[in-house]
């Protein structure tokens, strides 16, 4: 089983920064197979990446994914205030998908 | 595009067996996996396991040995059954779509709280 171990756990910035969030697994990735979501409180998860790097439908440029093999990174260019959440990277490249285990995103 | 409802009993007690159900409404039943969800209350996301029109699935290993997955083609459901549950299986449930493992749409989450 591919372990994920996001950074940092708790990361707080101001409106209008840039975020880097940071996704490790403990072996390869196959084909990039990692996903980026989004989570406010009470609400399901929302799809933000996949394929490392692909936005999904209706999410705004701010956000971007790169990253290969072991090491992913989630970028917001510009926050907004409805980006403070929950964020987690998700792995699909075995037939056992595994989740990091979040980072949250504060206003600072 | 593809919506995703999702029923059950939301109070066990132990030793129960925990029994979801999710409808896809729009969109296409085959070609995709349909997987569930979890997460506790105040933590992170657990994948439970998915299944496709076929029947075929996979299952977290932590979890293989207490769940079932199956599929209603006709009806365009899935379900989630898991047997002897205990506190630590208390958590939200969340049925979702994934295209290619991707989790590209979710249901609206059933808290299922095991309690005696």
């Known amino acids: 089983e591919i372990v994920l171990t996001q950074s940092p756990d708790t990361l707080?910035?101001?409106?209008?920064e840039r975020a880097t969030l940071s996704c490790r697994a403990s072996q390869s990735v196959s084909r990039?197979?990692?996903a980026w979501y989004q989570?406010?409180?009470g609400q399901a998860p929302r799809l933000l990446i996949y394929g490392a790097s692909s936005r999904a439908?209706?999410?705004p440029d701010r956000f971007s994914g790169s990253g290969s093999g072991t090491d992913f990174t989630l970028t917001i260019s510009r926050l907004e205030p409805v980006d403070f959440a929950v964020y987690y990277c998700q792995q699909y490249g075995t037939s056992s998908i595994t989740?990091?285990?979040g980072t949250r995103l504060e206003i600072k | 595009q593809v919506q995703l409802q999702?029923?059950?009993a939301g109070l066990l007690k132990p030793s129960e067996t925990l029994s979801l159900t999710c409808a896809v409404y729009g969109g296409s039943f085959s070609g995709y996996f349909w997987s569930w969800v979890r997460q506790p209350p105040g933590k992170g996301l657990e994948w439970i396991g998915e299944i496709n029109h076929r029947g075929t699935t996979n299952y977290n290993p932590s979890l293989k040995s207490r769940v079932t997955i199956s599929v209603d083609t006709t009806k365009k459901w899935f379900s989630l059954k898991l047997n002897s549950v205990t506190a630590a299986d208390t958590a939200v449930y969340y049925c979702a779509i994934n295209p290619g493992g991707e989790m590209a749409g979710w249901g609206?989450?059933?808290l299922v709280t095991v309690s005696s």
């Open chain 1, 12 to 16: 707080s910035l101001s409106p209008g």
């Open chain 1, 32 to 34: 990039n197979y990692l």
């Open chain 1, 39 to 41: 989570q406010t409180p």
């Open chain 1, 57 to 59: 439908t209706g999410i």
């Open chain 1, 99 to 101: 989740f990091g285990q």
């Open chain 2, 6 to 8: 999702q029923w059950g």
């Open chain 2, 108 to 110: 609206q989450g059933t």
